[in-house]
């Protein structure tokens, strides 16, 4: 309001009006600005949190009347690439308007508020021309800054139907081959989880001098994960690094062999969204063959009816469902490069190669060189996946041997010696082979799958020789179905689901004894039943008892026995 001493009914004393003479011509100009620049930033929040305006209808809106004074206002600027926190399905990605939610639960029904930068770009900004009274400095005020950082919602982990809410589907750790974590704007996202299972195991050991064992277990893990990410349209540049908090009553903390990792992903990714992209790092590969709501890593049951320390010169063998080069490379040196293409819906592809030393400190260990390739037919209801792997290690390291003549004697040297040479080393190990899945979504009721794989593997000693007990043929086969008998329930039962599963692995090397034929054989069963409730939207509560049996029968009178688990576990999981 501008102070006008003509409308008063007051007769000010002199002294009064020369005060009030010199509060117009300073103070009024400097009251007039600071109002105009506090309606700007108040129009621009306003702008900022209506989250349902589309970019049509902020082009639409009109400029502010000219006024005496300055005013910074939006300028009509289109929207190039609305991110999470809008919530018009047409501002999505169309991977992201199919989903009927994403990790963080709370998510899936409302939208949960978003602490960091709002879905459109920063705006750009008109300025009017400064007037005599004010200098350009005073016109151009600049806006209010927006939250650099923000926690994921929902909109960050698209789907196509990824599975029942909170089902093991839903939950797929790479999401089905998706981008993720989605976020078409520039900032950084913060996501992670945790977890604590207590348990009970037992496990009968088939061999008279191998010992049983009863175990009271409690394991944990915390994930807490941060993604920066720069956004211009569909191109991106992304960051992540998961750093996990370990609870383990076994291992020390800080033995560096014991198994204890304090980060999980660590890598770097460019590409556009919805179509391509290049990742470097530390990360997991797409995953095809998927085990249900049981058989999670790090738990009792996925271990299944060990041998373990006691005893007996086998072990049982680990389903195979193309996880050679699955996991998160262990070793020190070794990373994965792959190449992600995305030429249809419902259609993804995944060229993955890995590349590395295992030990580069010590500078003595092994190289490794693989590639594997999946693909995956997602049409939503019904997802198809394929793939096949292969990964070679080599020493990193020179032998030092004698050297031979045409008979394989040694030469000597002239003090009688044999001569040293160095020679490479004819050492190596390779694994390769096939996987497929096909899963079944109906929802909101039940979701199921099927796998099979078959691995390969080899290796030679350093003169190049087979070693027939390292030549080994694994075939796995299971299945899985979870279902939401909550869907039959009054409303605060929805979210109760049940599962089971099922898988077989057999194993055979060429470790042959020449009197009967017989080669080794070793076979691991793994069964479960698994309940499910979600409190709130936001607690995981999941109860799974499990069944397992090992079979042994090896060659050369290694002798036959079988192996016996029981288990159960109640996990308490929160996602954020």
């Not at 995944?350 to 390739?373: H, K, P």
């Not at 899945?437 to 039940?446: C, E």
């Amino acid at each position: 309001m501008t102070r006008n001493p003509d409308k008063t009914t007051l007769r000010p004393s002199p002294s009064a009006l020369l005060l009030l003479s010199l509060f117009v011509l300073v103070g009024a100009p400097a009251t007039a600005r600071a109002k105009s620049h506090g309606k700007g930033r108040s129009s621009s929040k306003a702008a900022a949190s209506s989250k349902s305006t589309s970019p049509t209808e902020l082009e639409s809106i009109p400029p502010p009347p000219a006024a005496a004074t300055p005013e910074v206002t939006p300028a009509p600027t289109k929207i190039e690439a609305p991110g999470p926190s809008s919530s018009s399905a047409s501002s999505m990605s169309p991977l992201v308007a199919g989903d009927s939610g994403g990790l963080a639960p709370a998510a899936a029904t409302t939208a949960p508020a978003t602490t960091g930068p709002s879905a459109t770009p920063e705006p750009a900004t008109t300025v009017t021309p400064a007037t005599e009274a004010e200098s350009p400095s005073d016109a151009a005020a600049p806006a209010e800054p927006a939250s650099f950082v923000e926690h994921l919602g929902a909109e960050a982990y698209p789907g196509q139907k990824r599975g029942l809410y909170g089902g093991s589907l839903w939950l797929e750790p790479s999401f089905h081959g998706l981008q993720w974590p989605y976020m078409p704007h520039t900032g950084v996202g913060i996501s992670g989880s945790a977890w604590i299972d207590n348990g009970y195991e037992t496990i009968s050991r088939g061999l008279i001098n191998s010992a049983d064992t009863k175990q009271y277990v409690q394991q944990g893990r915390a994930v807490l994960r941060a993604t920066p990410t720069y956004a211009k349209g569909t191109f991106f540049v992304q960051g992540q690094m998961e750093v996990v908090g370990n609870k383990d009553q076994v291992r020390s903390q800080s033995n560096a062999n014991s198994g204890i990792v304090d980060i999980d992903d660590l890598w770097l990714r460019v590409g556009q969204w919805n179509a391509w992209d290049v990742k470097v790092g530390r990360f997991e590969g797409w995953e095809v063959y998927h085990t249900g709501m049981g058989l999670d890593i790090n738990t009792i049951e996925r271990r299944g009816a060990i041998q373990g320390s006691f005893g007996g010169t086998a072990e049982r063998p680990d389903y195979y469902g193309l996880t050679y080069l699955h996991d998160r490379p262990s070793d020190q040196g070794t990373g994965d490069i792959a190449l992600h293409v995305f030429p249809a819906r419902f259609l993804r592809l995944e060229l993955l190669g890995q590349i590395g030393a295992n030990v580069v400190a010590a500078d003595f260990g092994n190289n490794s060189l693989g590639g594997r390739g999946v693909a995956i037919l997602d049409l939503g209801f019904l997802k198809v996946k394929f793939g096949g792997e292969w990964v070679k290690s080599t020493p990193d390291y020179t032998m030092t041997v004698p050297l031979l003549d045409g008979t394989n004697q040694p030469i000597l040297g002239p003090d009688g010696n044999p001569i040293q040479i160095k020679q490479v080393s004819k050492q190596s190990s390779t694994q390769h082979g096939l996987g497929w899945a096909v899963q079944l979504i109906l929802d909101p009721t039940v979701e199921l799958g099927a796998n099979f794989g078959v691995g390969l593997g080899d290796q030679t000693d350093d003169k190049g020789n087979p070693i027939d007990k390292a030549a080994t043929t694994t075939y796995s086969v299971g299945g899985f179905a979870n279902f939401s008998v909550g869907s039959f329930l009054p409303p605060p039962m929805r979210d109760l689901l049940v599962g089971a599963g099922v898988n077989w692995t057999t194993q055979k090397d060429l470790h042959r004894d020449p009197s009967d034929g017989k080669v080794d054989y070793t076979a691991n069963l793994q069964t479960f039943g698994a309940v499910q409730y979600i409190v709130a939207r936001q607690l995981f509560i999941k109860a799974v008892f499990a069944y397992a049996r090992s079979d042994f029968d090896l060659s050369f009178g290694g002798g036959q026995w079988s192996n016996y688990m029981y288990s159960g576990r109640i996990r308490l999981m929160y996602l954020f």
